[in-house]
């Protein structure tokens, strides 16, 4: 992957990173599916303003473990702390979180009936209630730093895969969320396509934003993490900084995972 440093800043806030600051606390965190101890014992602090790549086999409770950070998994024992606010099963707290957590998904989950416009701008007028003059310049905004403005008034369907992944990522953006979750956003998509995406998490990496990815994208790893987490049948069994991760893996498996995908 090549560096593009130099495309526009997704977001109009500043970058800085205020990495003393808490967005997310995982403490103690235990899930289980049934009998089957999918997450065991999560210990992790990310910082405002960090960048975290989660790598690891499949099946070792990747996406579990980001999908516990908004709620659409429930961790059973221990805490996760999400902008201040511990998760528990008080609704309005949990829309609190979403609205401020955005995700963006391997397939992309547009809504195939309504034109790219209307996807960027439903949640803004019915979550946000925001008018539907606003919710379409926010659209238009975000459109533009993903770079398919011209794509505004097509349906998902005429747009390529790539394209498609941009808007999801657009419409994240709407919300104004704080922190961004990032689950094998480029794992669909044809391999001349995976650029296009990277560049724009990068983008959005640059302007200051709080980003949890997994991704087996090694090469974006390097580029904009500040620590890469490994996970292994339900644990972290590693984190470092990229440089030593990729150099110094310290258990076995991490190491085999790495001469595979690198
Ligand atoms: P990864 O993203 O690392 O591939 P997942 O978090 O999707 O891993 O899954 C971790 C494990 O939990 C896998 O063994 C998977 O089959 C299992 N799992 C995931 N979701 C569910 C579910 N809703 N019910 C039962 N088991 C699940
Ligand atoms: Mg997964």
Same mark, same amino acid.
């Given at each position: 992957?090549? &560096?593009? /440093? ?7 806030? #500043?970058?800085?990173?205020? *990495? ?13 599916? @049934?009998?089957?101890?999918?997450? !065991?014992?999560? %210990?992790?602090? +990310? ?5 975290? +790549?989660?790598?690891? $086999?499949? =099946? ?41 957590? =955005? ?5 992309? %989950? ?6 790219? *416009?209307?996807? *960027? ?16 310049? &926010? ?9 398919? $403005? ?7 369907? !005429?747009?390529?895969? =790539?394209?498609? !992944? ?10 104004? $969320? ?29 302007? @200051?934003? &709080?980003?949890?990815?997994? #991704? ?5 790893? /390097? ?10 049948? =339900? ?14 893996? !310290?258990?076995?498996? &991490? /190491? ?7």
């Amino acid at each position: 992957m090549s &560096t593009n /440093r130099s495309i526009e800043t997704l977001t109009s806030t #500043t970058a800085t990173r205020p *990495l003393d600051e808490t967005a997310v606390e995982i403490i103690g965190m235990q899930k289980w599916f @049934g009998d089957f101890h999918v997450l !065991q014992d999560i %210990n992790l602090r +990310v910082g405002r303003g960090e960048r975290i +790549v989660i790598a690891g $086999p499949s =099946g070792s409770g990747k996406s579990t473990l980001i999908r516990c950070i908004n709620r659409l998994e429930e961790h059973q024992d221990g805490k996760v702390i999400v902008n201040g606010v511990e998760l528990t099963n008080d609704l309005k707290r949990i829309d609190e979180i979403r609205r401020e957590v =955005g995700m963006v998904f391997q397939h992309f %989950n547009l809504f195939p009936h309504l034109t790219i *416009l209307q996807n *960027l701008t439903l949640a803004q007028i019915y979550v946000r209630k925001l008018s539907k003059a606003e919710a379409e310049e &926010t659209a238009m905004h975000y459109l533009e730093r993903v770079k398919i $403005p011209e794509q505004a008034q097509k349906f998902p369907g !005429q747009l390529s895969g =790539g394209q498609q !992944q941009r808007v999801a990522i657009a419409r994240s953006l709407c919300m104004n $969320p704080k922190i961004m979750l990032f689950d094998e956003p480029t794992s669909s998509l044809d391999p001349e396509m995976v650029k296009e995406v990277l560049d724009v998490m990068i983008s959005l990496a640059d302007s @200051g934003m &709080t980003m949890l990815c997994v #991704t087996h994208e090694m090469g974006f790893a /390097r580029q904009v993490a500040d620590r890469v987490i490994f996970m292994d049948q =339900g644990q972290i069994i590693e984190e470092d900084k990229p440089e030593a991760f990729f150099t110094n893996a !310290q258990h076995e498996r &991490t /190491r085999l995972f790495l001469s595979r995908v690198l």
